[in-house]
């Protein structure tokens, strides 16, 4: 017959042999903010293992890496201050143009105070401006181009109240098509201004 105390002793000894299992050391992969996980692969001396689902983890202290499932409350344990310092991610917004010119469609327009806002959300935004351009035309005037779109947002966004300081402008002209086309041709889609706020 076991008694009370040993039943006890049991209890409590078990979870320590548990723990004394437990790596030290390990690395869990964690879901993106849009819930998708990409993969690792994590080396030991005596072999590898990939991990390619969110809330599995593999040892890094044993010769051949382990994998085990973790629960989040445990992630949340061990790294919810790495995470909680972790910055916001990069918001990005699309500004499209009409043909030729530095003019905003009216959708986009629409969008300039939302950008504004990313920007007054977060401490110390840095803001880059991307100008781009289609095909048509010659590929300089069109670096020019994407410039002076570029210089148009960031114009916009200093006379509601960011700071010059704050925002970093440049243009791809029409080295960095969204949509591949051949040479001189109008495609709204690669006559625009990427905005990322930081």
Not at 14 to 43: N, Q, Y
Not at 77 to 101: C, I
């Amino acid at each position: 017959m076991v008694s009370a105390r040993s039943r006890r002793l049991v209890a409590i000894a078990l979870p320590v042999v548990l723990a004394a299992c437990a790596p030290k050391s390990w690395v869990v992969l964690l879901p993106d903010e849009d819930g998708r996980t990409g993969r690792i692969i994590v080396s030991g001396a005596e072999g590898q293992t990939e991990v390619a689902e969110a809330g599995v983890a593999a040892s890094l202290d044993t010769p051949k890496p382990e994998t085990f499932k973790v629960t989040p409350y445990r992630i949340e344990q061990t790294f919810g201050g790495a995470l909680a310092a972790q910055p916001k991610p990069p918001a990005v917004f699309t500004l499209y143009f009409e043909s030729g010119g530095a003019r905003l469609t009216a959708e986009s327009e629409a969008l300039l105070p939302a950008v504004l806002a990313e920007a007054a959300a977060r401490d110390g935004a840095d803001i880059s401006i991307v100008g781009h351009t289609d095909t048509t035309g010659d590929p300089a005037d069109n670096k020019a181009l994407g410039m002076l779109r570029a210089t148009f947002v960031r114009d916009a966004l200093v006379t509601a109240g960011l700071r010059l300081a704050r925002i970093s402008t440049e243009s791809h002209g029409e080295g960095n098509l969204l949509i591949k086309t051949p040479d001189d041709t109008q495609e709204p889609y690669n006559r625009r201004v990427e905005v990322v706020v930081r």
